[in-house]
């Protein structure tokens, strides 16, 4: 597995899993299509000045085109200050191959490397077993159930956090 910047040329990879509507089940359905491309561009600019890690997977380097999902670390501010958050993507003919956990696993080794982001928190759907599991093995800490915002929809979600220079189970 190798993880890669989003580019402008991702817009096919974010269409089947943000306009799918099994991909967007935990996430209140699949986001309107004519939104993508805009959002590509906004997000693969962010990833090449650094300001937040978007990431594509990539399951075979030697097949660098074919995209199994996506995992991501940004900041945004919340009413208690700025939090650090993660989330992943997996496209369905990917899923149950490790592919989520071993690229968030990635990432938060990333951030405890470069000592950066500080706590992590993720807010999976407390429906969505597979990313709760993920969340677990990593050793996420449970902090609480509560609703989230993502894509001006609000959502019941786990809320877990972890601080990789400190929490993060050995692979």
Known sequence: M???????????????????PVMMG????????????????????EAATDLCWIKMIIPDPGTPDMVAGSVTIWSHDTDDGPMSEIGWMVLPHFQGRGLGKRAARTLLEQARDEERWGVVHAFPGTGNAASNGICRSLGFRFVTERDVTFADRVLRSNHWAIDPRTELKPS
């Open 2 to 20: 190798q993880l890669r910047n989003v580019t402008p040329d991702d817009v096919d990879a974010y269409v089947r899993m943000r306009c799918d």
């Open 26 to 45: 935990d996430l209140g359905g699949p986001l309107p299509r004519e939104g993508i491309p805009d959002k590509v561009r906004r997000d693969a600019a």
